[in-house]
């Protein structure tokens, strides 16, 4: 018997919708075992400004929630949150390094990091994210001599995801150039690691021109990101969050579990 073909339409509905929906929840597995680490530097007439969000899916999140949990009760308490800021902000101070034309410039840690639960202060895997803004006075030169910024990133990230990078001037300063111009698709994480970006006051002119043609306040100079795809080691959910994992070897990237 033959069938029609508007009989067969819901049929292959169905599967399209089923199929999508797979593909769906595939794609939302994998990223559930990413973290993205995200760096925006605001150039001011006087100041500079560094942010890192620290964003942490679920299952990295999980990782960061045990170390967390200082007493193992599976709940993160006050004094447990405010540790952890402690200790993960010294560690992004000591690791963002940040130089002008030579010299090192000292950043220091404004106001209170920011650490969000996203609602449950507990040893789960849901979502978490942190934010350390760091920042120090400027003096820029005037519109005939640029000032040399270099800045180092060397914060250690074991998890997979993206590194991204913002950069972003107020409308007084010119960013002539930077390490990221033209490097199209050959950006790799190394590069968002160690880049310079150079800076000088514009002209009272450039700042006449550049509001006459309705530029803002502020605008952005560049936005890049680059995939993380570190080596990791995957070891059981009950081992101790205070125990070593050694590292993958040449021959293996998992831990055998029996």
Same mark, same amino acid.
């Given at each position: 018997?033959?069938?029609?073909?508007?009989?067969?339409? %819901?049929?292959?509905?169905?599967?399209?919708?089923?199929?999508?929906?797979?593909?769906?929840?595939? /794609?939302?597995?994998?990223?559930?075992?990413?973290?993205?680490?995200?760096?925006?530097?605001?150039?001011?007439?006087?100041?500079?400004?560094?942010?890192?969000?620290?964003?942490?899916?679920?299952?990295?999140?999980?990782? @960061?929630?045990?170390?967390?949990? /200082?007493?193992?009760?599976?709940? #993160?308490?006050?004094?447990?949150?405010?540790?952890?800021?402690?200790?993960?902000?010294?560690?992004?101070?000591?690791?963002?390094?940040?130089?002008?034309?030579?010299?090192?410039?000292?950043?220091?840690?404004?106001? @209170?990091?920011?650490?969000?639960?996203?609602?449950?202060?507990?040893?789960? %895997?849901?979502?978490?994210?942190?934010?350390? @803004?760091?920042?120090?006075?400027?003096?820029?030169?005037?519109?005939?001599?640029?000032?040399?910024?270099?800045?180092?990133?060397?914060?250690?990230?074991?998890?997979?995801?993206?590194?991204?990078?913002?950069?972003?001037?107020?409308?007084?300063?010119?960013?002539?150039?930077?390490?990221?111009? *033209?490097?199209?698709?050959?950006?790799?994480? @190394?590069?968002?690691?160690?880049?310079?970006?150079?800076?000088?006051?514009?002209?009272?002119?450039?700042?006449?021109? /550049? #509001?006459?043609?309705?530029?803002?306040?502020?605008?952005?100079?560049?936005?890049?990101? /680059? *995939?993380?795809?570190?080596? #990791?080691?995957?070891?059981?959910?009950?081992?101790?969050?205070?125990?070593? #994992?050694?590292?993958?070897?040449?021959?293996?990237?998992?831990?055998?579990?029996?």
């Amino acid at each position: 018997m033959q069938r029609s073909g508007s009989s067969l339409k %819901p049929v292959l509905l169905l599967l399209c919708a089923l199929g999508f929906s797979a593909g769906a929840v595939r /794609a939302h597995q994998r990223d559930m075992v990413n973290a993205d680490l995200a760096l925006a530097v605001r150039l001011g007439e006087r100041f500079i400004d560094l942010t890192l969000h620290l964003q942490y899916k679920e299952f990295p999140s999980l990782v @960061e929630r045990r170390a967390m949990d /200082a007493d193992r009760d599976g709940w #993160i308490g006050p004094q447990e949150a405010a540790a952890y800021v402690q200790e993960k902000s010294g560690r992004v101070l000591e690791a963002v390094r940040l130089t002008a034309s030579g010299q090192p410039v000292g950043l220091q840690v404004l106001g @209170e990091p920011k650490l969000e639960f996203f609602g449950a202060a507990r040893v789960v %895997p849901l979502h978490q994210d942190l934010t350390v @803004e760091l920042s120090s006075p400027l003096e820029l030169p005037g519109p005939d001599k640029s000032l040399l910024f270099r800045l180092d990133n060397r914060l250690e990230w074991p998890y997979p995801g993206r590194i991204v990078f913002a950069l972003s001037a107020e409308r007084s300063l010119q960013v002539d150039s930077t390490s990221l111009d *033209d490097m199209g698709q050959s950006l790799s994480r @190394e590069h968002l690691r160690s880049l310079w970006f150079a800076c000088r006051r514009r002209s009272g002119r450039e700042v006449e021109q /550049a #509001i006459a043609g309705g530029e803002d306040l502020w605008r952005l100079i560049t936005y890049v990101r /680059a *995939d993380n795809r570190p080596r #990791i080691a995957v070891a059981r959910l009950d081992t101790p969050a205070d125990s070593e #994992i050694p590292a993958a070897g040449p021959e293996s990237s998992a831990t055998e579990t029996r």
